[in-house]
């Protein structure tokens, strides 16, 4: 295997940079690939190494693909596409960062506080991006149970941040 890893990683590196979002992607799907075969006891005196190895390759890629669409990871933002202003230790004061986490933990336990129905309904909403109709469908209820379901989250999660 170690002959494999010496002879294939490069084609392999260079194969998956061009299909892939990032360096780190390319190596992790790689190191994949070579997972993949030592757990198939592939050896390297099958015939065609080269082209199985690379439909091993395919395989890893396509099924990344699935993952990433089921995670929505097209609307992920990468840590090296943070603008670097905002890495500065003085661009945010203690005081804002401390504003910040209490902000996040009163949104929190205002979540933890709506009723089960009406966190997943708002959950579902704001961060799924389903439709109310959608929802109303999820749920067998109406547009305007969810809407109501809505209004009441949205009021009690700004009651909780302001206080």
């Not at 075969?37 to 890893?60: D, G, H, I, M, R």
């Not at 009163?106 to 129905?117: A, F, Q, V």
Request: net charge negative.
């Amino acid at each position: 295997m170690n002959r494999l890893v010496e002879q294939y990683r490069g084609p392999l590196l260079v194969f998956f940079n061009n299909r892939a979002q990032t360096p780190w992607d390319a190596e992790e799907l790689t190191q994949e690939v070579f997972y993949k075969l030592s757990k198939c006891k592939f050896t390297e005196t099958q015939q065609y190494p080269e082209s199985y190895l690379f439909t091993v390759a395919w395989s890893v890629l396509r099924d990344r693909d699935r993952r990433d669409r089921v995670r929505h990871r097209d609307k992920h933002d990468f840590f090296d596409d943070v603008d670097e202003e905002l890495l500065r230790e003085d661009s945010d004061s203690l005081e804002q960062v401390i504003s910040g986490e209490q902000c996040y933990r009163r949104l929190i336990d205002g979540l933890n506080n709506l009723s089960p129905k009406a966190r997943s309904i708002f959950l579902l909403n704001r961060y799924e991006g389903l439709t109310y109709s959608q929802i109303a469908d999820e749920f067998s209820i109406s547009v305007s149970a969810v809407e109501k379901h809505m209004m009441i989250a949205i009021t009690k999660l700004k009651k909780a941040i302001k206080d």
